[in-house]
T-cell receptor, first 113, second 112 residues
Framework: NAGVTQTPKFQVLKTGQSMTLQCAQDMNHNSMYWYRQDPGMGLRLIYYSASEGTTDKGEVPNGYNVSRLNKREFSLRLESAAPSQTSVYFC????????????FGDGTRLSIL | GESVGLHLPTLSVQEGDNSIINCAYSNSASDYFIWYKQESGKGPQFIIDIRSNMDKRQGQRVTVLLNKTVKHLSLQIAATQPGDSAVYFCAENNRGYQKVTFGTGTKLQVIP
């Protein structure tokens, strides 16, 4: 089992460019999440999908869109990248039951110049 | 290099000693708590969890203690090893709520 797989691992963009971060999980989890991690700020939730067919905003959704393509895949899109979006992005998944831990991918390191 | 770990509280322990990492949580309605370990360049990895109807839970070399009165959570690592060097996060899950709130983390440095 690969767990949660994120692609790409690294990316450099110019301001105004667009890109989609991909995430796939093979654990048959219902819920999926996108976080960003910045120094001293912990993990901040961008968007989440409680189950296939639903998506909801998290703490910092501005400048991002998401698509829950199917049960396995949840993508994050930056339509017009800004330097403030330079960060490490993590995807996570978990079973729908509340008292279950999230399982994380190894992140996408995104730099916007 | 990896930017996670900058500006974090740091705990330095001698190899073989026990480590105690503390966390204060914010919401008295939280009923599920998780500890994660994050190594440089990796995503957070689940270590141990505890529900609010318990005050202690043990795993392999790790113990989590929960004090709901003062909203405090701790992670104890027995016989700390160099491989335990990482950033440790606590997280809380609010009752009936899909979202999890993460702490900013503590960096554990193990001195050989």
């Amino acid at each position: 089992n690969a767990g949660v797989t994120q692609t790409p691992k690294f990316q450099v963009l110019k301001t105004g460019q667009s890109m989609t971060l991909q995430c796939a999980q093979d654990m048959n989890h219902n819920s999926m999440y996108w976080y960003r991690q910045d120094p001293g700020m912990g993990l901040r939730l961008i968007y989440y999908s409680a189950s296939e067919g639903t998506t909801d905003k998290g703490e910092v959704p501005n400048g991002y869109n998401v698509s829950r393509l199917n049960k396995r895949e949840f993508s994050l899109r930056l339509e017009s990248a800004a330097p403030s979006q330079t960060s490490v992005y993590f995807c996570a998944s978990k079973l729908r039951d509340r008292n279950q831990p999230q399982h994380f991918g190894d992140g996408t390191r995104l730099s916007i110049l | 290099g990896e930017s996670v770990g900058l500006h974090l509280p740091t705990l330095s322990v001698q190899e073989g000693d026990n480590s105690i990492i503390n966390c204060a949580y914010s919401n008295s309605a939280s009923d599920y708590f998780i500890w994660y370990k994050q190594e440089s360049g990796k995503g957070p990895q689940f270590i141990i969890d505890i529900r609010s109807n318990m005050d202690k839970r043990q795993g392999q070399r790790v113990t989590v203690l929960l004090n709901k009165t003062v909203k405090h959570l701790s992670l104890q690592i027995a016989a700390t090893q160099p491989g335990d060097s990482a950033v440790y996060f606590c997280a809380e899950n609010n009752r009936g709520y899909q979202k999890v709130t993460f702490g900013t983390g503590t960096k554990l440095q193990v001195i050989p």
